[in-house]
């Protein structure tokens, strides 16, 4: 699904150098290379604080716990998404209100969102899913009326742009209240390793997070607030220094790949291309900076998944259903509140979807040969 190991040879002199230097210091914990990486990556996203961490569950937690949110504040998710996000809702022992998504954008569905508010609602959490922004202009303007947080989850669309309806341009993760991200290899800008960061404009919630990852310490040894160690170590900060530089790059080739994969299937009834943003559709992927395709996901229409999966797997293509379970499914996220009619388009898409290789050294031969493989099996 992703080839690190050719995106690493590209960069490796870089890398190994980078990695080290660090080595050679030995300032492995909140060395310079962290607190540069904080300031290149402000820059890069034009937010006021990054507040790095261990990873990206861990900063959707943090988020959550700098904002004082209490047990039994409601808090509204998609059901069509990775489960760390419901997870650490739970955790806090907030309450988790799962609520469907939109079918085209496969992103939360701000209908579903009004429909959920209750006065114990206290924050939304868009998932900007698969590399394609939440519609976020109605998320904030739900959320002012409500009097709601908005924290974003940018784990899969880092980069990504967002243009407002007034036609400015923003990057995701700098538009709600605040926003966490994630580092894990396989993301659009993977360390070696686990890592992740918190983004906000707000001083004074860059303060509490900054004291809740060490330990609630704002002074030594002194500790105000119930915190947690979370921490981007040295090592994998020179990792992303060294490929922040080459994340618009990365980026432009995944949106390169998607276009190839899209003109390929764009005569095959039975299967559904992903969308661009609402501002970009129409134009070509390539010309669009608000899709970075973490990754490059299509509906089947009538088609046997299972059967196509094999197909692929027995040509040697790896392919991968995200996700194959709605969250409101799972044991561990049930609840008697929940009507399976409240979730249509969550219960149609995990039958449909499917997810094609997809990352920043795919070849015009083998996306073509991937290409090839899915429609000898539709056709
Ligand atoms: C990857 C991911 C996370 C979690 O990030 P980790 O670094 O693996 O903890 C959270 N939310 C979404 C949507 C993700 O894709």
Do not use: W
């Amino acid at each position: 699904m992703v080839d690190l190991k050719g995106q690493y040879a590209k960069i490796k002199e870089k890398v190994d150098r980078s990695i080290m230097e660090v080595i050679d210091t030995t300032s492995f914990i909140n060395g310079p290379e962290v607190h540069q990486f904080q300031k290149e990556l402000e820059d890069y996203l034009q937010v006021k604080h990054v507040i790095p961490c261990a990873n990206g569950t861990d900063a959707l937690q943090i988020a959550m716990m700098g904002l004082g949110l209490k047990p039994g504040d409601e808090v509204i998710t998609a059901d069509f998404t990775f489960a760390a996000t419901v997870e650490v809702i739970a955790l806090l022992q907030l309450t988790p209100v799962l609520v469907d998504v939109d079918p085209v954008t496969f992103n939360i569905d701000v209908e579903a969102i009004k429909k959920a508010i209750t006065p114990k609602t206290k924050a939304i959490v868009p998932v900007h899913l698969f590399g394609l922004a939440a519609n976020m202009d109605e998320i904030m303007e739900i959320a002012s009326q409500h009097n709601l947080y908005v924290i974003e989850d940018n784990a899969q669309a880092i980069g990504a742009d967002y243009i407002s309806n007034d036609g400015s341009t923003r990057k995701t993760g700098t538009i709600g209240h605040v926003a966490s991200t994630s580092f894990f290899p396989s993301k659009n800008l993977g360390c070696y390793g686990d890592g992740g960061a918190i983004f906000t404009n707000d001083d004074e919630l860059a303060h509490t997070l900054r004291g809740i990852v060490n330990h609630g310490m704002y002074e030594r040894y002194h500790h105000d607030v119930v915190g947690v160690n979370s921490r981007l170590d040295s090592i994998q900060a020179a990792v992303l220094r060294a490929k922040l530089p080459l994340l618009d790059k990365y980026n432009k080739a995944r949106q390169r790949a998607a276009q190839k994969y899209t003109d390929a299937f764009k005569d095959v009834a039975a299967i559904t291309t992903p969308q661009q943003c609402q501002s970009c559709r129409g134009e070509d992927y390539t010309s669009c900076s608000c899709h970075v395709f973490h990754q490059y996901t299509l509906r089947l229409q009538g088609i046997d998944r299972d059967g196509l999966v094999k197909h692929l797997n027995e040509k040697g293509i790896p392919c991968g259903v995200y996700y194959p379970i709605p969250l409101h499914l799972q044991k561990a996220y049930r609840d008697e509140r929940y009507k399976e009619s409240d979730f249509p388009v969550t219960n149609r898409l995990v039958e449909e979807v499917i997810s094609l290789p997809m990352h920043t050294e795919l070849d015009d031969e083998q996306i073509g040969y991937i290409a090839q493989a899915v429609m000898e099996f539709v056709k």
